[in-house]
């Protein structure tokens, strides 16, 4: 919102009025869409964590339970196959908010090139190096961040349990 916002605001600079076209008008609404999309998706990227969080430890104790209350290899391959698709999940969510920002950028450039009147500061919505970058170095960016450092941190932990496990070292 602070972006679109930024923009609607001719700079104080400029005699000249801007008169926002048809056009202008359809790609001004398809960026308060976008940014309502990107919202949602950032929304649903944190309750993913917290969702992770909540089946993770609800099905580890679901299977201690049936292992009357002992360590099994289930256990360990739950700890490894819950993050995982949840890391999944929340890097395809990742890729897409990238991917809008992307579209945001590019409507409001066309909006900049259309209107000589409108001088607004270079910020963008996203750094073009993310966007226009190669769809593996893309996906890459989505699935190894610093977003997702939870899922990595939760199969360290269940690495490390399963060694310990392996040794003898806990039952």
Request: hydrophobic letters at 50%; aromatic letters at 14%; proline letters at 1%.
């Amino acid at each position: 919102a602070q972006a679109s916002m930024h923009l609607r605001q001719p700079s104080k600079m400029t005699t000249q009025e801007y008169k926002r076209t048809l056009e202008d008008e359809m790609d001004w609404s398809l960026i308060d869409q976008l940014h309502k999309a990107v919202l949602q998706i950032s929304s649903f990227c944190f309750r993913t964590k917290q969702i992770c969080l909540t089946v993770t430890v609800a099905v580890i104790a679901l299977l201690a339970k049936f292992t009357n209350n002992e360590l099994d290899q289930s256990i360990f391959v739950a700890g490894y196959l819950i993050p995982l698709f949840f890391w999944f999940l929340d890097g395809v969510a990742y890729f897409y908010q990238v991917k809008l920002r992307g579209i945001m950028d590019d409507l409001r450039v066309k909006i900049r090139e259309r209107h000589s009147v409108l001088s607004f500061s270079s910020i963008d919505v996203i750094d073009d190096t993310r966007t226009d970058a190669l769809f593996q170095d893309r996906a890459r960016d989505a699935f190894f961040n610093h977003s997702m450092w939870l899922y990595a941190i939760l199969i360290c932990i269940n690495t490390l349990a399963l060694f310990l496990f392996g040794f003898g070292l806990i039952a």
